[in-house]
């Protein structure tokens, strides 16, 4: 069990960790391009195992085609599976999303839920999808997203060695202010995309790296 004085430790080096992100990355935000709530939710769910970049590819085309939720909940999935082909796993993407709008439509009236606990009744949507979807759509933060590029930073950073996103989750709230937590994601993401790749680098030239070194 971690001490008080290491759990202070971690808390400082969070801290220092956050606000060098922050002046790297003013502005850190979704990459996912969308014009509703209802589109945040279907492009969060094609972006699993798939790139933003070819997420945001593919949804023009798809938003235009399906404009509301009554469109998702009467299309045919042979035929959805075509249009979301390229995010690649369209078979249970297709099944995810048009059950989402189901449930969406038929328990919650047609509007995408509040409240962590609704958000995961929805089909596909796990908690690192509903920490995006709730941030996003409607300023709710009750947790952090963890997704490969934090759960992997998180561990290169020595913000956490868990290895299921929900332990590394429950780490980082434990030592980044709340009000740090919706933000943490994207500037993480951020990071990882910009300067500490997952491939093989010269990390010590990071810079939180050579911050951190000091």
Same mark, same amino acid.
């Not at 934090?150 to 780490?171: A, H, I, Q």
């Not at 810079?207 to 070194?213: A, D, G, R, W």
């Given at each position: #069990? %971690?001490?008080?004085?290491?759990?202070?430790?971690?808390? !400082?080096? =969070?801290?220092?960790? %956050?606000? &060098?992100? @922050?002046?790297?990355? $003013?502005?850190?935000? /979704?990459?996912?391009?969308?014009?509703?709530?209802?589109?945040?939710?279907?492009?969060?769910?094609?972006?699993?195992?798939?790139?933003?970049?070819? &997420?945001?590819?593919?949804?023009?085309?798809?938003?235009? +085609?399906?404009?509301?939720?009554?469109?998702?909940?009467?299309?045919?999935?042979?035929?959805?599976? +075509?249009? /979301?082909?390229?995010? @690649?796993?369209?078979?249970? !993407?297709?099944?995810? %999303?048009?059950? =989402? =709008?189901? &449930?969406?439509?038929?328990?919650?009236? @047609? !509007?995408?839920?509040?409240? #962590?606990?609704?958000?995961?009744? %929805? $089909? @596909?949507?796990?908690?690192?999808?509903?920490?995006?979807?709730?941030?996003?759509?409607?300023?709710?933060?009750?947790?952090?997203?963890?997704?490969?590029?934090?759960?992997?930073?998180?561990?290169?950073?020595?913000?956490?060695?868990?290895?299921? $996103?929900? +332990?590394?989750?429950?780490?980082?709230?434990?030592?980044?202010?709340?009000?740090?937590?919706?933000?943490?994601?994207?500037?993480?993401?951020?990071?990882?995309?910009?300067?500490?790749?997952?491939? *093989?680098?010269?990390?010590?030239?990071? *810079?939180?790296?050579?911050?951190?070194?000091?």
């Amino acid at each position: #069990m %971690i001490s008080g004085k290491e759990l202070s430790g971690m808390r !400082k080096r =969070a801290s220092k960790i %956050i606000s &060098v992100l @922050g002046k790297l990355f $003013p502005n850190p935000k /979704i990459a996912l391009k969308y014009g509703n709530n209802w589109e945040l939710l279907v492009a969060v769910q094609l972006s699993a195992q798939c790139t933003d970049k070819k &997420v945001n590819e593919v949804t023009p085309a798809l938003f235009k +085609k399906y404009r509301r939720l009554e469109d998702y909940v009467s299309a045919n999935p042979r035929e959805f599976e +075509k249009d /979301i082909h390229q995010c @690649g796993f369209f078979r249970a !993407k297709t099944r995810n %999303i048009l059950a =989402a =709008a189901k &449930v969406v439509q038929e328990k919650f009236g @047609g !509007k995408l839920p509040r409240t #962590m606990e609704e958000m995961l009744v %929805i $089909p @596909g949507i796990g908690r690192k999808s509903a920490n995006v979807i709730l941030g996003n759509a409607y300023g709710v933060v009750e947790g952090i997203a963890v997704d490969t590029h934090v759960k992997r930073l998180s561990r290169v950073l020595g913000l956490s060695n868990e290895k299921t $996103p929900e +332990k590394v989750e429950k780490d980082l709230m434990a030592i980044i202010p709340k009000k740090d937590w919706f933000r943490a994601t994207y500037l993480l993401i951020d990071y990882g995309r910009k300067y500490c790749f997952a491939r *093989p680098h010269q990390h010590h030239l990071c *810079p939180l790296s050579k911050i951190l070194e000091r």
